[in-house]
């Protein structure tokens, strides 16, 4: 039997998701736990791998039952066996042919930037941070020019694995709420630093570095070098995975988290 799961994860203190030798990473600790409740080794696939410090409201995974339980085991009895910073919100058997990555039509990922001169402590991890004042109408401006189909290769991680940097980025919105300036972006699928990478350049165009159509001309250029450094991993959240309905997911894949800054 396949199960799918809805996952969400505070992710500071953890190195991704994927699993490494080391064994601190969200897959490691969530297949542990699985294992326990099936009573055999499981392995877990994911819509989306997050890196070291990046956080998850609506992670969706999929894996072999090796053993028949209850949808409350999956989820409370797996839960019991997690480290408070993980939890499994829901779970549905699946049919054979579902997969949490491919048969994703859509990931959205949040990025929650602190805009404030002093650094802020209780949201310490949770969101990233910028002390100067930053032009919220021109990066609206600059993150428009990344919406559509685009090669990325500028926004895109040297050691990404990606085929094609060619990917269609459906949403790229920016807003102000209050000390906090929040990013949206929803694409088919992310490169490697994509969005922590995008949101440096806005960060530039906020601050007065560059004008907003300087955006344009890194898509163009297709060159990593001349744009921005990679943003902090600490405010970007996974936001939602969108499915077909047919998959029956709640919510199609996406999950309301309680966090405040996901709320904004």
């Known amino acids: 039997m396949k199960i799918a799961l809805g996952l969400e994860y505070e992710g500071s203190g953890f190195a991704g998701w994927q699993t490494q030798p080391a064994g601190n990473t969200v897959q490691d600790v969530l297949e542990r736990a699985l294992a326990e409740i099936a009573g055999a080794p499981v392995r877990v696939a994911c819509a989306g791998r997050t890196d070291a410090g990046v956080h998850a409201a609506a992670q969706v995974a999929h894996f072999e039952a090796p053993a028949e339980r209850p949808e409350s085991a999956w989820v409370r ?14 779970a549905r058997p699946v049919p054979d042919d579902f997969h949490a990555r491919f048969s994703a039509l859509s990931r959205s990922y ?3 930037l602190y805009n404030h001169a002093v650094r802020p402590a209780l949201l310490h991890g949770r969101v990233g941070w910028f002390h100067l004042p ?10 428009a020019l990344l919406a559509g189909e685009r090669d990325f290769s500028a926004f895109r991680a040297a050691e990404c694995q990606a085929k094609s940097p060619v990917k269609t980025l459906h949403e790229a919105q920016v807003r102000r709420q209050g000390d906090c300036i929040v990013f949206e ?16 350049a806005l960060v530039y165009v906020g601050k007065g ?11 163009a250029a297709r060159d990593r070098s001349q744009a921005a450094p990679t943003f902090s991993p600490a405010g970007l959240y996974l936001s939602g995975v969108g499915y077909e309905p047919r998959w029956q997911l709640p919510m199609n894949g996406r999950i309301i988290a309680p966090f405040d800054p996901l709320s904004l």
């Open 77 to 90: 009895g797996v839960n019991a066996l997690l480290p408070d910073s993980v939890a499994v919100r829901w």
């Open 110 to 112: 949040r990025y929650v």
């Open 134 to 143: 930053l032009d919220v109408v021109a990066m609206q401006s600059g993150a």
């Open 185 to 200: 972006f929803r694409a088919n699928a992310f490169l490697h630093h994509m969005v922590r990478n995008m949101v440096g």
């Open 209 to 219: 570095a560059h004008p907003p159509e300087w955006i344009a001309k890194l898509i």
